[in-house]
Every structure is written in C-alpha cells, then in structure tokens.
C-alpha cells in the first residue's frame, strides 16, 4: 500500500484497512513518507523523501514496489496513483485505487483532472462513498470494478455527554464554541470559515481550528496581525486530545467544497454533536439530507447569517431527533472494525476471482 501514516482522517482509515488486510492473513508492505506506531502487522518502507510533491517520490516508491514482489498495488491518496499507474504498465502489477472524494474534486485542480484520467485504468476502485462510486461509474468504469467500502469507526469514540442532561467528565465552557477539525487546505474552505467568524453574527461564537496543513501558518499569522479575539488555532491534537477538548456545548463545522465520507463529520454523528455544514454531496450523503446547509457560494456575510442561524438551532440537539440518531446506528453497524474488515475481504475475492479467470 502507497499512503501516509502521519494524522488525519483518510491516515486512520488506511491503518485499519493495512491492520485488517494483515488480519486476513495478507503479507502487507507499506510505502509512506512516516511511521507509525498503529501499523504493527506490516513491514514499513520509509521514503527517504519527505513529499509527495518531489519527483522522486514515484521512483523510489516504483523501487519498492518492484522490491517487494507484490501482486497487488494499493494507492490510497491521489499523489500516489501515478506510482499505481505506472506500475501496472513498467512492472505489471494489479492496481487497486482508493477514492475518498466525490465528483466536485475533479473540477478543481491539474492533478485531479489527471487522476480523472488514469484512473479508469485502475483494476479497482474503492470507494468510501456513493457518490464516489457514481463518478467513476458516470466516467465510464465498468460498475463492477468500483467497490464501496464504508469508513471504519471504532467503539472507541464515545458518545458526547451533556446530550441528555449529563455534562459529568466533559470541558466546561463558558462561550458558545464552533469547532473544525480537519486539514488547514483550501478545499476545505478554510479562509471563508475564518473571514466569517469576523463578521458581527459570530463575533460572540468562538471557533477552534484543530488540524495541520498548508494554510496553518498564514492562518496563525492572519489572526494574530488582525487581532481575531474569538479564533483559537491549537494545530495537530492526538485523538485523546481533542477529547479531552470537546466541550459539552461544542458544534462541529465544516465548509469544505467536498468530502467523500468525513471521518470529522462521521465521528461528530457518533458523538452526537451538533454539526454546521456546507451543502455539497459527500456532506448530504452522510447525513441523509436531513439537515439545513450553508450556501458557500452566497456572500461572506450571508454565510455567516447561514452559519449563525444553524448553530442556534442545532444546539437543543433538535438534530439528533429529527433523524441523526437513525444515522449514528447505521454509522456504528457499518463501520465496526469487524464488518470493515469483512468487506475489504469480500472485495479482494472478487478481485482473486477476476484473475484467476
């Protein structure tokens, strides 16, 4: 498998799936740019590179993939399908590609646009969401060779206390909170979220950012020159951090321009947290369509609105019983680590099967 094992979300589901796969008995050798301490059933090649985005990435990763003598190829970020590619065709490996955006992505960027092309070539797509599966069946895969496999959420997450009355054990605070928790990157509409917050409808909410990537440090410096009172920027947080972070009162917002299957978003379901989200399809998706949206298209100033409008009627947790319940069950049935692992079994028979025709 070519990914990387450093924190964030498409990170966590790439450890259960390599743990899993090494559970059904598979030999699993990674190749990332980090280490990490969850991956403990496989052997591990670290890159001597430190980016995806050095050309030398695919060389090295093309090195151990021949080195490694592996029937399969397992790509599970977008960066790395051009390693996936080329070894299909230079070393004649099986190329498995996992898909964890939705067919807004394809519009954005070169690279997509890119992996839009190769990725018809791929001998299959994993998908962690319908709306992945229904982009590259409408791009002309074969349905048969586009797989869904549901995000894994482990019964470790547990629900938010403060729900039915019980606030025992969690942060106390004072100020209404709005948290992000994901990757500081443009496709995930960090500035917009930001440049709201300083609007006069939010200037009473605090928002926290916790999460790395390419935009943190002009964040950081962006709301230090501006003086933005109600904007808290922890960065990278452990899973237990941000647990120990989560107030009872907290609302999880998201403006991303999409999203596969959010493993924040998810997570927050499970957790019954109230949730503040940009109308795309992956959100619409894993909440049913049974929640209001926000309009980032519109005007900051009507996005705030939007913004403050939802947090003040999703903080009774009114959510929850209008449907969300309905969905955290189904979250928790799909994704136990037991039927997470069951169905990426189920997918490679078939994968064993074809080639064995």
């Given at each position: 498998?070519?990914?990387?094992?450093?924190?964030?979300?498409?990170?966590?589901?790439?450890?259960?799936?390599?743990?899993?796969?090494?559970?059904?008995?598979?030999?699993?050798?990674?190749i990332?740019?980090?280490?990490?301490?969850?991956?403990v059933?496989?052997k591990?090649r670290?890159?001597?590179?430190?980016?995806?985005?050095?050309?030398?990435?695919?060389?090295?990763?093309?090195?151990?993939?021949?080195?490694?003598?592996?029937?399969?190829v397992?790509?599970?970020?977008?960066?790395?399908?051009?390693?996936?590619?080329?070894?299909?065709?230079?070393?004649?490996?099986?190329?498995?590609?996992?898909?964890?955006?939705?067919?807004?992505?394809?519009?954005?960027?070169?690279?997509?646009?890119?992996?839009?092309?190769?990725g018809?070539?791929?001998?299959?797509?994993?998908c962690?969401?319908?709306?992945?599966?229904?982009?590259?069946?409408?791009n002309?895969k074969?349905?048969?060779?586009?797989?869904?496999?549901?995000?894994?959420?482990?019964?470790?997450?547990?629900?938010?206390?403060?729900?039915?009355?019980?606030?025992?054990g969690?942060?106390?605070?004072?100020?209404?909170?709005?948290?992000?928790?994901?990757?500081c990157?443009?496709?995930?509409?960090?500035?917009?979220?930001?440049?709201?917050?300083?609007?006069?409808?939010?200037?009473?909410?605090?928002?926290?950012?916790?999460?790395?990537?390419?935009?943190?440090?002009?964040?950081?410096?962006?709301?230090?020159?501006?003086?933005?009172?109600?904007?808290?920027?922890?960065?990278?947080?452990?899973?237990?951090?941000?647990?120990q972070?989560?107030g009872?009162?907290d609302?999880?917002?998201?403006?991303?321009?999409?999203?596969?299957?959010?493993?924040?978003?998810?997570?927050?379901?499970?957790?019954?947290?109230?949730?503040?989200l940009?109308?795309?399809?992956?959100?619409r998706?894993?909440?049913?369509?049974?929640?209001?949206?926000?309009?980032?298209?519109?005007?900051?100033?009507?996005?705030?609105?939007?913004?403050?409008?939802i947090?003040?009627?999703?903080?009774?947790?009114?959510?929850?019983?209008?449907?969300?319940?309905?969905?955290?069950?189904?979250?928790?049935?799909?994704?136990?680590?037991?039927?997470?692992?069951?169905?990426?079994?189920?997918?490679?028979?078939?994968?064993?099967?074809?080639?064995?025709?």
């Amino acid at each position: 498998m070519l990914t990387r094992l450093s924190n964030g979300g498409a990170e966590l589901q790439a450890k259960h799936q390599i743990n899993a796969l090494a559970e059904l008995g598979h030999q699993v050798t990674v190749i990332t740019l980090d280490k990490s301490d969850e991956v403990v059933k496989a052997k591990i090649r670290v890159l001597s590179v430190a980016s995806f985005k050095n050309p030398l990435y695919i060389v090295e990763s093309l090195y151990w993939i021949w080195k490694s003598r592996c029937d399969y190829v397992y790509t599970f970020f977008r960066q790395s399908d051009v390693a996936g590619f080329l070894s299909k065709y230079i070393l004649f490996k099986k190329w498995i590609m996992a898909e964890r955006s939705s067919r807004q992505c394809y519009k954005d960027s070169k690279l997509d646009k890119l992996r839009s092309w190769i990725g018809l070539s791929a001998d299959i797509i994993i998908c962690n969401s319908n709306a992945g599966h229904e982009y590259w069946v409408e791009n002309g895969k074969d349905s048969g060779k586009v797989k869904i496999l549901s995000n894994c959420y482990p019964n470790e997450i547990e629900p938010r206390r403060g729900v039915d009355g019980d606030d025992k054990g969690r942060k106390q605070i004072s100020r209404q909170r709005l948290l992000y928790i994901g990757r500081c990157e443009n496709e995930k509409n960090i500035w917009l979220l930001l440049l709201c917050m300083m609007e006069s409808f939010l200037r009473n909410v605090d928002l926290v950012i916790i999460g790395t990537g390419s935009e943190l440090r002009k964040l950081k410096d962006y709301v230090q020159e501006k003086g933005v009172a109600n904007v808290k920027i922890l960065g990278h947080m452990s899973s237990e951090e941000i647990r120990q972070e989560l107030g009872a009162g907290d609302v999880l917002v998201s403006l991303s321009r999409y999203e596969g299957m959010s493993n924040s978003v998810a997570e927050a379901i499970i957790r019954r947290m109230p949730l503040i989200l940009s109308d795309i399809e992956g959100h619409r998706e894993i909440t049913g369509n049974k929640l209001q949206y926000v309009d980032c298209a519109a005007s900051i100033q009507e996005c705030s609105w939007q913004i403050r409008k939802i947090y003040d009627g999703a903080k009774d947790g009114s959510q929850y019983r209008m449907g969300l319940n309905e969905i955290r069950s189904g979250l928790l049935s799909r994704g136990s680590l037991n039927n997470h692992k069951e169905s990426l079994g189920r997918i490679l028979q078939d994968v064993q099967a074809w080639d064995s025709q």
